[in-house]
Nanobody
Framework: QVQLVESGGGLVQAGGSLRLSCAASGSIFSIYAMGWYRQAPGKQRELVATVTSGGNTNYADSVKGRFTISRDNAKNTVYLQMNSLKPEDTAVYYC?????????WGQGTQLTVSS
């Protein structure tokens, strides 16, 4: 069982920056990938960014050049640095860890970007 705890959400003005963190605990073995997803009201959950165990990253087109995903393997933590935030980035952000025997999601953290 892998538990994920997100932190760092909040209210920020357009153009501002924020960093989300997601720490994993429990029976963590062979992490394949870590990722961030988001779900805005009335919309489906969508991928924001992922990073594999080999360090390969993938970003949604809407956040490329503004968001950066990074990880600290020693701390089993993944981060999402968000710059130049826009009102359309407003959503609940979820982290996700996938491994050989688990696919775990965090509880979500709210990000609200005011115009």
């Amino acid at each position: 069982q892998v538990q994920l705890v997100e932190s760092g959400g909040g209210l920020v003005q357009a153009g501002g920056s924020l960093r989300l963190s997601c720490a994993a605990s429990g029976s963590i073995f062979s992490i394949y990938a870590m990722g961030w997803y988001r779900q805005a009201p009335g919309k489906q959950r969508e991928l924001v960014a992922t990073v594999t165990s080999g360090g390969n990253t993938n970003y949604a087109d809407s956040v490329k050049g503004r968001f950066t995903i990074s990880r600290d393997n020693a701390k089993n933590t993944v981060y999402l640095q968000m710059n130049s935030l826009k009102p359309e980035d407003t959503a609940v952000y979820y982290c996700r860890f996938t491994g050989w025997n688990y696919d775990s999601w965090g509880q979500g953290t709210q990000l609200t970007v005011s115009s």
